[in-house]
């Protein structure tokens, strides 16, 4: 899957922040003796901003992010669509509100259309399997396949049909359309955000953006 050639070119200064990439633009950073001198203040010529704990305010594509006390984004605006969030225990993202549209999120469980007539769930007892439209006439099993670096690239039906794949540069940038909202507990890609959720990752409670 995916495209078998890619080739990319970096530069970087002596202090080692990156000046160029191929694949996004040219970097700007600010004087060695000014705050946060390895934080980009423009990305090929888009202005990014940080708050003074150093979590980007403002990304590329003039995305706007919200945090709250314990750096978690509680709102996301991107490409005219507001997107917040609420957070339980341990930092683990409990709702997600897409203009209007409520998902709620437990260990296992990922409720879509929370509260309403299309109520969804997506169950997830294994790391390798799920059930759709649990407890529902349309109930089914699909199997999650991992590539060495366990991120998942494929999804199969109990009959081994591919329902959904991704493919990734050997950079890591997704090469296919849209990436999946496969409702793995532990990673989830938010279209609406661009932003990816981790909750085995400690940075930014979890949130990883994929932008750059």
């Keep these: 899957m995916g495209t078998s050639t890619v080739a990319h070119s970096f530069t970087y200064d002596a202090g080692g922040n990156m000046l160029s990439n191929s694949g996004v633009g040219a970097y700007v950073y600010p004087l060695s003796s000014?705050?946060?001198?390895?934080?980009?203040?423009?990305?090929?010529?888009?202005?990014?901003?940080?708050?003074a704990n150093g979590n980007m305010t403002l990304g590329l594509a003039s995305k706007a992010i919200t945090y709250n006390y314990a750096n978690e984004p509680t709102?996301?605006?991107?490409?005219?669509?507001?997107?917040?969030?609420?957070?339980?225990?341990?930092?683990?993202?409990?709702?997600k509100v897409v203009d209007g549209v409520t998902t709620f999120y437990t260990s296992i469980a990922e409720i879509r259309n929370f509260g309403t007539a299309s109520?969804?769930?997506?169950?997830?007892?294994?790391?390798?399997?799920?059930?759709?439209?649990?407890?529902?006439?349309?109930?089914?099993?699909?199997?999650?396949?991992?590539?060495?670096l366990a991120s998942v690239r494929l999804i199969t039906n109990a009959?081994?049909?591919?329902?959904?794949?991704?493919?990734?540069?050997?950079?890591?940038?997704?090469?296919?359309?849209?990436?999946?909202?496969?409702?793995?507990?532990?990673?989830?890609?938010?279209a609406s955000t661009g932003l990816l959720f981790h909750t085995l990752d400690s940075i930014i409670s979890g949130w990883k953006p994929i932008v750059f």
């Design 75 to 95: 709102q996301v605006v991107f490409a005219g669509q507001t997107t917040t969030y609420t957070y339980g225990p341990g930092a683990i993202r409990q709702t």
């Design 159 to 190: 009959a081994g049909i591919s329902e959904q794949s991704n493919s990734y540069t050997p950079f890591g940038d997704p090469d296919t359309q849209t990436l999946l909202a496969t409702a793995i507990p532990e990673e989830r890609f938010d």
């Design 119 to 148: 109520e969804t769930i997506i169950l997830q007892p294994h790391a390798d399997f799920r059930i759709t439209n649990a407890g529902g006439a349309s109930e089914a099993i699909s199997y999650l396949h991992r590539d060495h």
């Design 34 to 51: 000014e705050a946060r001198p390895h934080t980009p203040l423009t990305v090929d010529g888009s202005p990014l901003a940080y708050d």
